[in-house]
T-cell receptor, first 115, second 110 residues
Framework: GAGVSQTPSNKVTEKGKYVELRCDPISGHTALYWYRQSLGQGPEFLIYFQGTGAADDSGLPNDRFFAVRPEGSVSTLKIQRTERGDSAVYLC?????????????FGPGTRLLVL | EDQVTQSPEALRLQEGESSSLNCSYTVSGLRGLFWYRQDPGKGPEFLFTLYSAGEEKEKERLKATLTKKESFLHITAPKPEDSATYLCAVQGGGSYIPTFGRGTSLIVHP
């Protein structure tokens, strides 16, 4: 595609519910990243995929958060038992090959609100 | 641990009033310094990548420069449509993950 796309653009859920956020990277990009951004802050790293495998998941805050990329393209971020503190903008980015110093291109984000 | 500090936090300019945004960083072996623009309710939009001290890049009214300790984003004769938050990020050492600053919120008044 022309750019990184994310769905849904907005998600409102109740505390304790399960949510899935989807990211479709730029076509041909092998590296995919998930970030979380709170108001007034820069993006905070969650997880990095190289192909189908999670190369670095050190940013996931706890075991309620999980992400997959089964075919090396689309990725899904899954949040179980959501808490009000999970409310934030979830950003996805991709880069061509994940090389050091390579530019990442971001999607529009999914705004998650947990009531 | 990589660190990025952006200043000022917020900047208000009159249209045509040139200024600079600062990004100070600490990193072990810079691999890349990135500037992004972020409009309200949208994802960061890529502007520039700089790799070594002395490097400069330009795009329309924006010019990014890099030293061993900081980067500047110079805005010449800004227009109201330049209003946005500008994010700086650095990637260093063997890390594939950039560290972001908190951004500078720029408002340009007509």
């Amino acid at each position: 595609g022309a750019g990184v796309s994310q769905t849904p653009s907005n998600k409102v859920t109740e505390k304790g519910k399960y949510v899935e956020l989807r990211c479709d990277p730029i076509s041909g990009h092998t590296a995919l990243y998930w970030y979380r951004q709170s108001l007034g802050q820069g993006p905070e790293f969650l997880i990095y995929f190289q192909g189908t495998g999670a190369a670095d998941d050190s940013g996931l805050p706890n075991d309620r958060f999980f992400a997959v990329r089964p075919e090396g393209s689309v990725s899904t971020l899954k949040i179980q038992r959501t808490e009000r503190g999970d409310s934030a903008v979830y950003l996805c980015a991709s880069s061509r090959s994940g090389n050091l110093g390579e530019t990442q291109y971001f999607g529009p984000g999914t705004r998650l609100l947990v009531l | 641990e990589d660190q990025v500090t952006q200043s000022p936090e917020a900047l208000r300019l009159q249209e045509g009033e040139s200024s600079s945004l600062n990004c100070s960083y600490t990193v072990s072996g810079l691999r890349g310094l990135f500037w992004y623009r972020q409009d309200p309710g949208k994802g960061p939009e890529f502007l520039f990548t700089l790799y070594s001290a002395g490097e400069e890049k330009e795009k329309e009214r924006l010019k990014a420069t890099l030293t061993k300790k900081e980067s500047f984003l110079h805005i010449t004769a800004p227009k109201p449509e330049d209003s946005a938050t500008y994010l700086c990020a650095v990637q260093g050492g063997g890390s594939y993950i950039p560290t972001f600053g908190r951004g500078t919120s720029l408002i340009v008044h007509p």
